[in-house]
């Protein structure tokens, strides 16, 4: 009698398999299926995603990690600290050489056409007096809420009649500072498209553009830098197209809208480091990590919270693990948010554990660049 069994072999193993395969498959129930579909498709993504990260930190591992510090004088005033105190203190006791600086159009220009540079003119010297560096931000919206930063006098005005004044008063920001030796780069509007917080008018792509042309116009030679939001998922291929893009980075929130409770971000560090790669890939523009959280999220704003409320999000363990995550990201350059709150805390409450942090961060962070430059 003929056998008819298929002998495997080595030469046809593959087939085997491939059968078996198929007959498996078809056994399945089309919920099964489907689940495994998913997770084989989440660890694909994953997969790669990893991989251009570690791509991404490889490339970048030797070259020296920059910890600067967004620094606003009306945020330390509304905390009840003296904001020149405050930055001397950022300076020179914690160390920090590289400044991110506001120019608020509220505060320059009060009266349409009459400019009083006097705060930012002191802040600038501050850091050019220690050879540091300055990202300056420009436009309507930036850093701080409300983030649009209108004067009084225009904010009641049609497009038509503010934009015009917002690029006079522009021109005059960057005519001034533009050849001011610590100026290293502008940050144009600060995530221009996040409308889910703070309520800017005429959030269009035409004005960034209009304003990004300007901006070089008038200072070809100085980087501009654009923001991402926290969550945004995608490369940034549309126009403008900066010189460098910024992300920033918050952990733990008080979500008001959906929990109503504390909610951290699940995202690794390296979620950040294959945005990064991504966007060097496809626009062949570096990223840097332009605001790392590093002061509190309460429900009810700072004055208005208890210590205990306020060490729920920030606290000297919680810093001390989110500039490290910063580190993880393999971003380079990471400016902290949060320079005022430690110095209110250090100053008012007579708690400088979030200083400590911070101030042995930047000295272990010096030490290793030291030690990377020496290899």
Known sequence: MKNNKTTVTGKNLPKYYLRELKIWWKSLKKFQRFFIIVIVFLFMFCAQAYGLAYWYQQKHKNEPIHLGVTFIADYATSLGIDPHRTML???????????????????????????????????????????????????????????????????????????????NFMTAVVNRYKNNPALVSYQLENEYYLSAFANCPDSTKDRIIDEFKLVKTLDAKTPIIISLSNNYLGIPISQPRPDQYGVSVYKLVYDKTITHNYFEYPFPDWYYTWRAALTEIVTGKSSMLHELQAEPWPPTGILNSSQDELSKSMNAPLLQKRIQYGKDTGFKDIDLWGGEYWYYEKTKFNDPSLWNVVKKSIQQTNQDNVAKHLQ
């Open 89 to 167: 203190a950022l300076r020179d006791d914690l160390g920090f050489r590289r400044f991110r600086l506001v120019s608020y159009w509220e505060d320059i220009e009060k009266a349409p056409g009459k400019y009083d540079f006097s705060e930012l003119d002191w802040e600038m010297q501050q850091v050019d007096a220690v050879h540091g560096s300055v990202t300056l931000s420009i436009g309507l919206r930036q850093p701080r809420w409300p983030e649009c930063h209108i004067p009084n006098w225009a904010s009641n005005e049609q497009t038509s009649v503010w934009y015009p004044q917002l690029k």
